[in-house]
């Protein structure tokens, strides 16, 4: 191997690498449409001026088989071994091609750009638990870690206690639900009834 010469087996590890990418269910062995046009897009080989997005989908289309949606790595090796030229015009196909690989080789597929948390101002403010009002307030404790369920619902008293109830008035309970009696007088304490 001459001096500056890349190997093939650095060029196949960036391409088990890109083939896995984005698919948990990927062996690194085929890798499909999208990721090689991320490959050729990390690693510079899409510039704008030769090589296109476009050109890339072409050639990707070409070296698949027909009715295939992933290609092997001979196939990638035959889609590179036709971009090499496009992308390094005027040298001679072999050093074109080892220009290429020296761009994939030991690249990795970027994660730039990926959304990450926001930090903004407005952001902070509104989750500030410590500043929360009302009923809110009570879903969470001092320390500004919510309650769960006991912040959100009113649990009932089961202790079995049952309190009396503001109508009574000492009369039988059977004339209330006729409607016979009309408040006339102090709350009494319920004699006929007992809780």
């Not at 290609?71 to 071994?81: D, G, H, T, V, Y």
């Not at 080892?98 to 690249?107: D, V």
Request: aromatic letters at 8%; proline letters at 4%.
């Amino acid at each position: 191997m001459a001096e500056g010469s890349v190997s093939v087996a650095e060029v196949e590890t960036s391409f088990k690498k890109f083939a896995i990418h984005g698919d948990t269910k990927a062996t690194g062995k085929e890798m499909n449409g999208k990721n090689f046009a991320k490959l050729c897009k990390d690693c510079r080989v899409i510039d704008g001026k030769n090589v296109t997005a476009t050109d890339v989908d072409i050639v990707f289309t070409k070296v698949k088989a027909k009715t295939a949606r992933v290609i092997a790595f001979e196939q990638f090796s035959q889609a590179l071994s036709e971009l090499a030229p496009k992308r390094f015009k005027g040298k001679c196909q072999e050093e074109a091609l080892q220009q290429l690989y020296g761009l994939i080789a030991g690249r990795e597929p970027a994660n730039a750009g990926v959304t990450k948390v926001a930090k903004a101002g407005a952001v902070d403010r509104l989750t500030d638990t410590t500043k929360f009002t009302g009923a809110h307030k009570e879903r969470f404790d001092e320390s500004g870690k919510g309650k769960g369920k006991a912040g959100r619902v009113d649990i009932p008293d089961a202790s079995g206690y049952v309190s009396c109830c503001c109508v009574c008035l000492g009369r039988p309970w059977d004339m209330w639900d006729r409607g016979t009696y009309s408040w006339n007088g102090p709350v009494q304490p319920c004699t006929t009834r007992t809780p």
